[in-house]
């Protein structure tokens, strides 16, 4: 048997000025592929890591669903001397990801146009709310925020009641999954030779494309649609249903052949020929009607016999899971979709990259770095800088170190 292949993106070296969500999970990500991302964080850390809520060993578990495989080392950007080590790590890098609000880079001495004047192979991502030109630019977003701007909330939640926020954020998970787009399309155009490029990414147009059909149907009607709480704009028989014991599944009948499978197997065949739903259209014209007929025939069976019986009929159906429910079934499945995080004194589960490169290494997973814990290592032992500079450097409150390593070097 042939030897695996390298993870695609070692080799690749990611400095990471991201705080909070959007960033971090863009560059979470790239460490999962196998870059080496190094962490620039603040002397007091990233803002998640003092996130109110459940924690392992002392941290925030806030921080650690998105900070694996990374390294930190932590610096004041606003000294010059702390400005002068980020920018030998970006000198050395592949690319930087950061998400400040416009024009901040520039203010510490860190602006990507500099940076590529240094360094014209590096690829820099921004990620911000509202994009580096505008006239939001300045603002700050937060994932509601962007929600809120898109429309994206007017569509959540039930008619007839107030916009509901995602229960994801996903304002931010979008932003850095469109980050990680635009940096392995930018590394794929430098290849060996070509040149870097800068990199402009807004949450809230990355909402706006999430908002897909609904964006062009708003457009076509002229008439903004509204919360589509567990029903589809054009397809009666895509919803969720509350079996007899009151726990909630949804089916997505979207075919003919479909259509004709669950009322066979809800044993209301007539409902086939019924004029009202003769068709896709005339069941989306009708559909309260429909739903009604519908809503009290589930009522008499457990949500569970349903989902086994429309299953066995190759209707797409699904129970509604809870997250617990949820996680327990990818345990049950084994298939990789969960993966143990392992430090040296805690351990947790997170959810794995659902990326999966066949024949390939896997990257093993390394707990969230402690806030300057790699600082020593990545700058006596990878830029060259003696260990009495870099104690210095600590002693000055320029750098922030967990430990003083002194046989390092």
């Given at each position: 048997?042939?030897?695996?292949?390298?993870?695609?993106?070692?080799?690749?070296?990611?400095?990471?000025?991201?705080?909070?969500?959007?960033?971090?999970?863009?560059?979470?990500?790239l460490?999962?592929l196998?870059?080496?991302?190094?962490?620039?964080?603040s002397?007091?850390?990233?803002?998640?890591?003092?996130?109110?809520?459940?924690?392992?060993?002392?941290?925030?578990?806030y921080?650690l669903?998105?900070?694996?495989?990374?390294?930190?080392?932590?610096?004041?950007?606003?000294?010059?001397?702390?400005?002068?080590?980020?920018?030998?790590?970006?000198?050395?890098?592949?690319?930087?990801?950061?998400?400040?609000?416009?024009?901040?880079?520039?203010?510490?001495?860190?602006?990507?146009?500099?940076?590529?004047?240094?360094?014209?192979?590096?690829?820099?991502?921004?990620?911000?709310?509202?994009?580096q030109?505008?006239p939001?630019?300045?603002?700050?977003?937060?994932?509601?925020?962007?929600?809120?701007?898109?429309?994206?909330?007017?569509?959540?939640?039930?008619?007839?009641?107030?916009?509901?926020?995602?229960?994801?954020?996903?304002?931010d998970?979008?932003?850095?999954?469109y980050?990680?787009?635009g940096?392995?399309?930018?590394?794929?155009?430098?290849?060996?030779?070509?040149?870097?490029?800068?990199?402009?990414?807004?949450?809230?147009?990355?909402?706006?494309a999430?908002?897909s059909?609904?964006?062009?149907?708003?457009?076509?009607?002229?008439?903004?649609p509204?919360?589509?709480?567990?029903?589809?704009?054009?397809?009666?028989?895509y919803?969720?249903f509350r079996?007899?014991?009151?726990?909630?599944?949804?089916?997505t009948?979207?075919?003919?052949?479909?259509?004709?499978?669950l009322?066979?197997?809800?044993?209301?065949?007539?409902?086939?020929?019924?004029?009202r739903?003769?068709?896709?259209?005339?069941?989306?014209?009708?559909?309260e009607?429909?739903?009604?007929?519908l809503?009290?025939?589930?009522?008499?069976?457990p949500?569970?016999?349903?989902?086994a019986?429309l299953?066995?009929g190759?209707?797409?159906?699904?129970?509604?899971?809870?997250?617990?429910?949820?996680?327990?079934?990818?345990?049950?499945?084994?298939?990789?979709?969960?993966?143990?995080?392992?430090?040296?004194?805690?351990?947790f589960?997170?959810?794995?990259?659902?990326?999966?490169f066949?024949?390939?290494?896997?990257?093993?997973?390394?707990?969230?770095?402690?806030l300057?814990?790699?600082?020593?290592?990545?700058?006596?032992?990878?830029?060259?800088?003696?260990?009495?500079?870099?104690?210095?450097?600590?002693?000055?409150g320029?750098?922030?170190?967990?430990?003083?390593?002194?046989?390092?070097?």
């Amino acid at each position: 048997m042939s030897a695996a292949l390298r993870p695609p993106l070692e080799g690749v070296r990611i400095v990471d000025l991201t705080t909070f969500l959007s960033g971090p999970s863009a560059t979470q990500l790239l460490g999962d592929l196998g870059a080496d991302v190094i962490k620039i964080e603040s002397l007091e850390g990233d803002s998640s890591r003092a996130i109110a809520g459940p924690e392992v060993d002392g941290d925030s578990a806030y921080f650690l669903a998105n900070n694996r495989n990374k390294r930190s080392i932590a610096i004041d950007l606003k000294s010059p001397r702390g400005q002068n080590v980020a920018k030998q790590l970006i000198a050395g890098a592949d690319v930087v990801v950061e998400n400040f609000r416009p024009g901040v880079t520039a203010r510490l001495g860190l602006s990507p146009e500099s940076a590529l004047a240094e360094n014209p192979r590096l690829i820099w991502a921004s990620i911000s709310g509202f994009g580096q030109e505008g006239p939001l630019r300045d603002r700050p977003a937060y994932d509601m925020v962007v929600q809120a701007l898109s429309g994206v909330m007017s569509i959540n939640g039930h008619p007839g009641t107030p916009a509901a926020r995602l229960g994801i954020p996903a304002g931010d998970v979008v932003a850095g999954l469109y980050a990680v787009i635009g940096i392995l399309s930018a590394l794929h155009a430098r290849g060996e030779t070509g040149p870097g490029r800068i990199i402009d990414v807004s949450m809230l147009r990355g909402q706006l494309a999430m908002l897909s059909y609904q964006a062009l149907y708003a457009s076509v009607n002229d008439a903004a649609p509204g919360p589509q709480g567990a029903a589809h704009d054009s397809i009666a028989t895509y919803r969720s249903f509350r079996g007899g014991d009151g726990r909630e599944f949804v089916v997505t009948a979207n075919t003919p052949r479909m259509w004709e499978e669950l009322c066979r197997t809800l044993d209301v065949p007539e409902l086939i020929v019924d004029d009202r739903f003769v068709d896709a259209a005339a069941r989306l014209h009708n559909r309260e009607a429909l739903w009604a007929i519908l809503e009290e025939r589930v009522a008499a069976r457990p949500a569970a016999e349903w989902v086994a019986l429309l299953a066995a009929g190759s209707v797409p159906v699904a129970p509604v899971r809870n997250v617990l429910e949820a996680l327990q079934d990818a345990r049950n499945a084994d298939d990789g979709s969960l993966i143990t995080v392992r430090g040296d004194s805690a351990e947790f589960e997170n959810v794995a990259t659902p990326i999966r490169f066949v024949g390939t290494a896997e990257v093993e997973a390394a707990y969230p770095p402690a806030l300057g814990g790699d600082t020593f290592e990545l700058l006596v032992e990878e830029l060259g800088f003696s260990t009495a500079d870099v104690q210095a450097l600590v002693d000055d409150g320029v750098l922030g170190a967990t430990r003083v390593d002194a046989a390092v070097g």
